[in-house]
């Protein structure tokens, strides 16, 4: 490939900024690309992105592969509706509607009528609908939008009966939810003060939760719990399903333990430290009086189900831990719903107040659950299933009868009868059993000339399950395989798994996706050259950092809005947080884990890099745009082979929450176009 010399990248000349990390001298050339809204920045944005599109319109398939993605994605889908009040809730969305529209149904087999169509919030569809909490008669909905991405949330309140807006507007709202108070006569919410600059750059810390009264202005909010004292706590409000008791989740960056603090709202009293330790995580479930039940991690690293009274504040087990990971739990009359991740696909199990288990509910294969949202006194339940074949398809489980039918099946324009899964396991360097899952054509020869797309995360406690993907369909409709491996750092196996792959064991994640990447390719899946890795997030830094470790091993390297330099990442926004799975550069030691692999900071120049599209959006205040700016400027000055090095910045965009359907489509038709392209699938 002759690219680079045929189109030289935009220059990015160097600034002469050295940092000092425990008397390390460390340059940091590119510093000047953190001034993401300056016209320097602005001008090799657009100098960026016109390169991108240049290199992208000179594919012929480049439109072909649009249009089938625009026709797959183009079917009618529902998300699991629950009883609100009067009325059934649901999601739904025609097909090529950028956003779903909310609505509710006296019954699910009659007409139902729009709540809230977030696709009237702007022009473009980059105003989404981020966060809903009904009242507990179900009368009025506390909703939150969203703008171009940002996490950013403003709240209003509507009218279910009429289907209007009340006079209520609030603001600066960020990784909380509401909660109602039993009577409706408002909710609580948590927020930060007011930014004075750098909206979507400087760091978020002091959250504070208050309770807002319907019908008044912000300004007269009460605040209800705030801790100075401890600026990077989280807190988080939810409600008792008897509307007695306000639970306050409060956590510390994104570690998943937690501490629970009680409030009678009965009562009036004062905010009780419910469990003070932050010594697991804790789910609440509901409540009998004062005693209050937990899906908890504590003395359980796959979870178990407990109980705590408020007098005596003993934890007493109900169900306890097996040997697959417990993911979620609801409450249904008296018994327990238990959603559990068997080597990292759903089981689900039925369990009563005694902990005996009493079912479990049919599932059609291999495949993610997701729904189980009710209140105790529903004696039906919806749920969701889908898998890398099959469409998300609703049902509804009776508990009384015990069985189960299909409420919406969707129709997609393909056949999955031609498309198999299998889930492999393969050892990692340690020895560490890891598994995977390929999804692929049946006809598919195991050659080596498969174009594959293999994806990642492994951070965070987060599991990566089977779903249905309209983008990874016409994937696989042009003859690739798709693998996704379930790397240490996530939340498959437990705590255990999630803490194996995080601070000084980040490696082992590394070394989790290189060794999917050799079994791949030692089976005859896919070779090098055909072999492309995707991640987004924290997957973009395993990308990053996987591509340098091994630059031959791969043909093609995503990495969408990643988080590349590991030495600043806790300098913006909510990056601080993330130091429970990294760790910080303040700290010595841990500077030397982070600098051994940040993706920025090893690129070295006279290595041919794989061919590599940088993904990020310029309204991304999760993971600061900067990263990615800084890592395809060094990229590009060190690139020594012709693989091209590329970045494709989305406008009026986030980290990917709420993104327009027309935004997602051009995104993947860009991704792939330039897939086929690098790894030669003309």
């Known amino acids: 490939m002759t690219f680079r010399a045929q189109r030289p990248y935009p220059p990015a000349p160097h600034c002469d900024v050295v940092d000092d990390y425990h ?119 506390a909703y939150a939008i969203s703008r171009s991405g940002s996490d950013w949330l403003e709240w209003h309140v509507r009218d279910v009966a009429t289907g209007t807006d009340l006079e209520d507007h609030l603001q600066w709202g960020k990784f909380s939810g509401a909660a109602w108070r039993g009577d409706g006569s408002g909710f609580f919410y948590s927020r930060y003060d007011q930014p004075v600059d750098a909206l979507f750059k400087a760091a978020n810390y002091y959250h504070k939760l208050y309770f807002h009264r319907l019908g008044t202005d912000q300004s007269q909010d009460v605040l209800v719990y705030q801790r100075p004292d401890h600026k990077d706590w989280n807190i988080a409000p939810v409600v008792s399903e008897d509307g007695r008791w306000l639970i306050i989740y409060v956590t510390e960056g994104t570690e998943p333990r937690n501490r629970v603090f009680v409030q009678d709202l009965d009562a009036g009293s004062d905010v009780v430290e419910l469990l003070p330790d932050a010594d697991g995580n804790y789910e609440f479930l509901g409540n009998d009086g004062d005693r209050f039940y937990f899906h908890t991690t504590r003395d359980a690293p796959r979870g178990r189900i407990v109980s705590i009274g408020l007098a005596e504040r003993s934890v007493h087990e109900i169900v306890g831990q097996t040997a697959d990971e417990l993911d979620a739990v609801s409450m249904f009359g008296d018994r327990f719903v238990a959603h559990y991740l068997h080597d990292a696909h759903s089981v689900v199990r039925l369990y009563s107040f005694g902990g005996a288990q009493i079912g479990e509910i049919p599932l059609p294969g291999l495949g993610t659950v997701s729904g189980f949202q009710g209140k105790r006194v529903d004696a039906e339940a919806y749920f969701s299933f889908t898998s890398y074949t099959m469409p998300a398809t609703i049902y509804r489980y009776d508990f009384v009868t015990r069985e189960t039918t299909t409420v919406f099946k969707p129709a997609v324009d393909f056949d999955p009868d031609l498309y198999t899964s299998e889930q492999v396991f393969y050892a990692s360097k340690d020895g560490t059993r890891v598994p995977m899952i390929a999804t692929y054509r049946k006809d598919t020869v195991f050659d080596g000339s498969a174009p594959t797309l293999l994806y990642g995360y492994g951070g965070f406690d987060i599991s990566l399950t089977p779903a249905f993907s309209p983008a ?43 060794a999917a990447a050799r079994y791949l390719i030692k089976n005859r899946y896919t070779s090098p050259a055909k072999l492309a890795i995707m991640g987004g997030s924290n997957g973009g830094l395993l990308v990053g950092a996987v591509m340098i470790q091994e630059p031959k091993l791969f043909g093609a390297a995503l990495p969408a809005v990643g988080v590349m330099d590991m030495l600043r990442f806790q300098k913006f926004t909510i990056g601080w947080a993330w130091t429970s799975d990294y760790g910080s550069s303040d700290d010595p030691e841990q500077f030397e884990w982070l600098y051994a692999y940040s993706p920025l900071h090893n690129l070295r120049a006279g290595v041919a890099y794989p061919p590599t599209l940088v993904t990020t959006a310029d309204h991304d205040d999760r993971v600061f745009p900067g990263h990615s700016f800084k890592f395809a400027a060094r990229l590009q000055e060190v690139q020594s082979g012709d693989g091209p090095a590329l970045i494709r910045i989305e406008s009026k965009a986030g980290h990917g929450a709420g993104k327009p359907t027309a935004k997602v489509i051009e995104e993947v038709a860009d991704r792939y176009a330039f897939l086929v392209r690098v790894l030669d699938m003309t």
């Open 472 to 514: 990874t369909l016409v994937w696989l409709e042009m003859g690739g395989i798709y693998a996704v491996a379930n790397l240490r750092g996530g939340g498959e196996y437990g705590e255990e798994w999630h803490l194996a792959g995080t601070k000084e064991r980040k490696q082992n994640v590394f070394d989790d996706f290189i």
């Open 23 to 141: 008397g390390r001298q460390v340059a940091d050339p590119f510093r000047w690309l953190e001034d993401i809204d300056s016209s320097q920045t602005s001008a090799w944005i657009a100098a960026q992105n016109d390169l991108t599109e240049r290199f992208l319109a000179a594919v012929p398939r480049r439109e072909e592969i649009r249009e089938r993605l625009e026709h797959v994605w183009n079917y009618e889908r529902f998300s699991p509706p629950s009883r609100e009040g009067r009325h059934y809730v649901f999601y739904k969305n025609s097909g090529l509607q950028n956003q779903s529209v909310l609505y509710v149904a006296p019954v699910l087999d009659g007409p139902a009528r729009v709540l809230i169509d977030p696709n009237l919030f702007s022009v473009d569809g980059t105003v989404a609908l981020s966060g809903l909490a009904f009242s507990h008669d179900g009368e009025r909905v």
